[in-house]
């Protein structure tokens, strides 16, 4: 199972520290998440979230929101394994169809796409069941050291 490669490769990185940290998250858990796919050479992950009804908007539509907490489910399991502690200083979300409830389900790809000093820029696709875009998504995440997420400090240039 892909979930406990993941923990297996963030327990050896972590160690003992892992035990202050909730792997996978609640709301990880609670948007039903799954993870498909994960390479850390190309520094990838792939995720799976379903459609549900109580996601959706007026219009019977997902709730941008929700499809962008689905792209930060993914970013951030993502980041845990390619750096070290960070957290998301920016995340940027195109929406370009409706994600509704016939879908079942989308995929988020997500991929490191550059490293730079404590800075770290993630992008992603969400698509449906037959590889149809229906979002696209980049993320600046900040590189903590030697401070808790909480406390860091957010002064660095972009």
Partial sequence: MLLSSIVDLLHKKLGDRIENYLIPPPVFITMQGEFLDFDLEKGSLTTRFPVLKENLNPYGSMQGG???????????????????ENVTRRLEVKYSRPITLDLEHIIVEARLLERKGRR?????????????????ARALHWIVEGESPTSA??????
């Avoid at 962008?68 to 489910?73: E, G, K, Y």
């Avoid at 770290?120 to 696209?136: H, K, P, Q, T, Y």
């Fill in 66 to 84: 929700m499809v962008a907490a689905a792209v930060d489910n993914t970013f951030g399991p993502l980041s845990m394994l390619v750096a070290s």
């Fill in 153 to 158: 400090s957010f002064s660095g240039s972009e």
């Fill in 120 to 136: 770290l820029i993630f992008s992603a696709d969400v698509r449906n069941a037959s590889g149809e875009l229906m979002a696209r």
